[in-house]
């Protein structure tokens, strides 16, 4: 039984198998209709013809023959067709903006958004739409070219933007003008004289001064508030020190001797600055302006040397106002706020004349130049900027600090400046080469305040949380002097007018004075 088992299974494999063939049918039919057209059959049988309505089977026109059936089908078209205005639309040019794009969304009668869509998504349907429209011979204008509607001018992307200021606006403009022009002469013709002096005469005096520089010692230490000082600043006959403190009250000291002379109470937050208008103690009466004060609130007073109360307030500040400056001139006051602007206001007229913008982030301190036709700002944006308030431009963008520039000054020169910033470094710039030509590694931390001498400007004081002040050459820019003695962060510097002290407030409630050591 076994071995015929065996010998069945044998068999089996030997048995030939039905083949099948692959390929095309094509001459199989024709040899079939052939056959048929010869034998007076039908010329298509119905499995053929089913065959050809469902699409599988492609008849010539010539002979009722199979074509070939390597022709594209229908589906085939449609992705062709599809992939073909994918490749058109890609080349269709629309807006980046989501804000634009639903513009023309809805310029174009065309639903702004759909359940779900995010703005790439929507701006694949804005390509689309143009795309097919495009296909039917439609011309689409983007959103960059379409025409300005009624009476608005297009506007270009290096065109300057100006709006409309008011008529005090100009007019302050022109009397700028007039003021600055005859002190840029007189200091120009101070200039050249000063040029032909000998080589000889000139390093003696400068030796001198800087020997006088280097013999400074603490000559007073006044504990001034309950908390931190934040500025200070000697009144224009060097007999008197303003100090405003984070209690929100400004106090004013005699020089030499620091004792107390008036208590200004007025504001409720953290007090800026306090400065002195340029003719106080000089030719201004004591019931004039003669001091200023703004505040973390917003604040800004205006105070007698008479009365204790403010004899007026500044209005329409929302935000910080963190410094403040007088116009040489003394009729105008510049503030610099968090609002990322700064304001120029007349104090005659009792009105602001300008309100600019152009900082990207809060504008932290203000100066004008020494002839009143420039005004320097600099902030949190880490870039500080030369206006011309004659003609309202910003002449000069001064860019390469690395992080918060919170202190300005010029130079009575009138074409050096400086400023200091939170990357420990003070930076000289040049207005007439329009670059920084100097930067000095100066402290071991923020830059809080820079202040030029007053006069030639052969030296300027900077002050930094690192708790000291230092007195520097210029030109030369080499250290002379550190004033070390506080024991916080050194918040405010300033110079007297008669060159005779230096004055430093701090983050530990105290002034110090600074004078030459006596012989």
């Known amino acids: 039984?076994?071995?015929?088992?065996?010998?069945?299974?044998?068999?089996?494999?030997?048995?030939?198998?039905?083949?099948?063939?692959?390929?095309?049918?094509?001459?199989?039919?024709?040899?079939?209709?052939?056959?048929?057209?010869?034998?007076?059959?039908?010329?298509?049988?119905?499995?053929?013809?089913?065959?050809?309505?469902?699409?599988?089977?492609?008849?010539?026109?010539?002979?009722?023959?199979?074509?070939?059936?390597?022709?594209?089908?229908?589906?085939?078209?449609?992705?062709?067709?599809?992939?073909?205005?994918?490749?058109?639309?890609?080349?269709?040019?629309?807006?980046?903006?989501?804000?634009?794009?639903?513009?023309?969304?809805?310029?174009?009668?065309?639903?702004?958004?759909?359940?779900?869509?995010?703005?790439?998504?929507?701006?694949?349907?804005?390509?689309?739409?143009?795309?097919?429209?495009?296909?039917?011979?439609?011309?689409?204008?983007?959103?960059?070219?379409?025409?300005?509607?009624?009476?608005?001018?297009?506007?270009?992307?290096?065109?300057?933007?100006?709006?409309?200021?008011?008529?005090?606006?100009?007019?302050?403009?022109?009397?700028?003008?007039?003021?600055?022009?005859?002190?840029?002469?007189?200091?120009?013709?101070?200039?050249?004289?000063?040029?032909?002096?000998?080589?000889?005469?000139?390093?003696?005096r400068r030796q001198e001064l800087n020997k006088m520089l280097q013999q400074l010692t603490n000559s007073c230490s006044q504990v001034g508030d309950t908390r931190p000082i934040s500025y200070c600043q000697f009144s224009p006959n060097s007999k008197l020190l303003a100090t405003g403190s984070w209690s929100g009250l400004c106090k004013v000291w005699s020089v030499p001797d620091c004792e107390p002379v008036k208590t200004l109470r007025g504001h409720n937050d953290r007090v800026g600055a306090v400065i002195f208008h340029p003719e106080a103690t000089l030719s201004l009466s004591s019931s004039a302006l003669s001091l200023a004060s703004c505040a973390a609130d917003g604040t800004v007073c205006l105070w007698n040397l008479e009365s204790e109360t403010p004899m007026g307030e500044i209005e329409g500040h929302h935000h910080r106002v963190s410094r403040m400056c007088f116009h040489p001139s003394g009729r105008f006051l510049g503030t610099a706020c968090f609002d990322c602007s700064w304001r120029l206001w007349d104090l005659e007229k009792q009105m602001e004349v300008l309100h600019q913008e152009g900082h990207s982030k809060p504008v932290y301190n203000i100066q004008f130049h020494i002839d009143g036709s420039l005004v320097g700002t600099c902030g949190m944006d880490s870039c500080a900027r030369i206006w011309d308030l004659r003609s309202g431009k910003c002449v000069m963008v001064l860019q390469g600090h690395l992080k918060n520039i919170l202190a300005i000054d010029f130079s009575p020169n009138g074409f050096h400046f400086i400023t200091g910033s939170d990357d420990h470094s003070v930076k000289v710039w040049d207005l007439r080469r329009r670059k920084c030509i100097y930067t000095i590694p100066s402290h071991t931390n923020l830059i809080s305040h820079l202040k030029f001498e007053g006069t030639k400007g052969d030296y300027f004081v900077s002050s930094s949380y690192d708790n000291t002040a230092k007195v520097w050459t210029h030109p030369g820019w080499t250290p002379l002097k550190t004033l070390a003695g506080h024991e916080g962060k050194v918040m405010c510097v300033d110079i007297s007018k008669d060159q005779q002290y230096i004055a430093t407030s701090s983050y530990d409630r105290t002034f110090k004075l600074w004078e030459r050591e006596q012989d």
């Not at 039905?18 to 039908?42: N, W, Y």
């Not at 302050?172 to 040029?195: C, N, T, V």
Request: glycine share 8%; aromatic share 4%; hydrophobic share 35%.
């Open 1 to 204: 039984m076994a071995g015929n088992s065996v010998e069945a299974m044998e068999t089996d494999q030997h048995v030939e198998r039905k083949k099948i063939h692959f390929g095309s049918l094509e001459e199989v039919e024709r040899e079939r209709l052939k056959q048929q057209q010869q034998g007076g059959a039908p010329v298509i049988s119905p499995a053929v013809l089913a065959g050809i309505r469902a699409g599988n089977i492609n008849m010539g026109e010539g002979g009722g023959g199979v074509t070939d059936v390597n022709h594209m089908t229908d589906r085939k078209h449609e992705l062709l067709e599809e992939f073909e205005k994918r490749k058109r639309a890609r080349a269709v040019t629309v807006p980046t903006t989501d804000s634009d794009v639903k513009a023309k969304l809805r310029d174009m009668r065309e639903p702004i958004c759909l359940f779900g869509e995010g703005p790439a998504d929507r701006r694949e349907r804005l390509r689309l739409i143009i795309a097919d429209l495009a296909e039917l011979g439609i011309k689409i204008e983007t959103i960059q070219n379409r025409e300005p509607s009624g009476n608005q001018a297009p506007i270009s992307k290096d065109s300057v933007w100006y709006h409309e200021g008011p008529n005090e606006l100009m007019a302050a403009r022109f009397w700028i003008a007039e003021y600055s022009m005859p002190r840029a002469k007189k200091r120009l013709d101070e200039a050249r004289i000063e040029a032909q002096r000998p080589g000889p005469e000139k390093a003696a």
